[in-house]
């Protein structure tokens, strides 16, 4: 299988962490940040990226989009792309608002996506600035851009006692469908089913045919909506967007935790559930995945 959504949790991302935690004495930042956490040392972007391979191999899982989960960490998920080109995609994280964030990504050859989490920076899709990044990506052929919508809450902020307090309005799927529109050759990536706005994300995907889903993590969006299981979730994303337009994620992160098999297991067993022809299985946990981001181009990068 193929995995489109694991943080790359680099040095650099813990040292942003230490940094927010403001005096943590004399440590270096992401050395206070860990010690706190209490989670394995990433080591360099080579050796982090090592640790993956050995985890990958272990649950059979082929390639993986590594997600750089900070502004500014392009350079660590590149590394990790260039050392070992046929098993990583690397996604970066950018503020669509910050000059020059988007444009600085997109020098790196080994970048296929820009990350977009609107609630995190503090903007709304509707900004002018997210379809200034859409067009940068169009230019670029072969990039995508992901978009957290909905909800947005990270462990390892409350983990910390940072803030971990989004405003989910900023992320309405609905605002992305005018940008989605105008360039229907960029795939507009939108995780975790819309995170809470499952049917916004829906009406959007049923308007623009480049918009596609990743399944990642445990949903556990799906409490707001009394009575829905991921079966059901599953069924209905199949309904409006077909086969074609899902991508396995697990929205794995950090170590010793490692990649998350029981999110893998559990949307097998849903689709199962629906008697989803084994053809839409391989799709959504290999094709798809291959389809958006050709094992030949990462090795030609």
């Not at 379809?131 to 670029?140: D, E, I, P, Q, T």
Request: one cysteine or more.
């Amino acid at each position: 299988m193929n995995d489109a959504h694991c943080h790359f949790f680099s040095r650099p991302f813990f040292a942003a962490l230490g940094h927010a935690l403001g005096d943590a004495g004399p440590a270096p930042p992401d050395e206070a940040a860990l010690a706190r956490l209490g989670w394995e040392p990433p080591g360099s972007a080579e050796q982090l990226a090592d640790r993956w391979i050995d985890e990958l191999d272990r649950h059979q899982v082929a390639r993986a989009a590594l997600i750089a989960s900070v502004p500014g960490d392009t350079g660590s998920v590149a590394a990790a792309v260039r050392h070992r080109p046929r098993r990583f995609v690397g996604f970066a994280m950018v503020d669509p608002t910050a000059s020059g964030q988007a444009a600085e990504a997109l020098r790196q050859p080994e970048v296929s996506a820009l990350c977009l989490f609107p609630a995190l920076h503090g903007y709304s899709l509707s900004d002018p600035s997210v379809l200034a990044v859409v067009k940068a990506s169009a230019a670029r052929p072969g990039t995508a851009v992901f978009v957290h919508c909905g909800v947005l809450s990270i462990g390892v902020r409350s983990k910390l006692g940072l803030s971990n307090s989004f405003d989910a309005r900023r992320g309405n799927p609905l605002d992305l469908q005018p940008v989605a529109a105008v360039c229907p050759s960029v795939p507009i990536i939108v995780p975790h089913f819309g995170a809470g706005f499952f049917r916004e994300a829906l009406m959007l995907a049923a308007a623009c045919p480049n918009v596609v889903f990743d399944t990642s993590s445990s949903n556990g969006w799906m409490r707001y909506h009394p009575g829905l299981t991921l079966p059901a979730v599953l069924e209905r994303a199949l309904d409006v967007l077909g086969p074609g337009r899902l991508l396995f994620g697990s929205d794995s992160s950090f170590f010793p935790r490692g990649w998350v098999a029981d999110v893998a297991t559990a949307q097998r067993a849903a689709l199962n559930q629906i008697g989803a022809d084994p053809t839409v299985v391989e799709r959504i946990f290999t094709g798809n995945f291959e389809r958006l981001f050709p094992a030949e181009r990462a090795s030609s990068t």
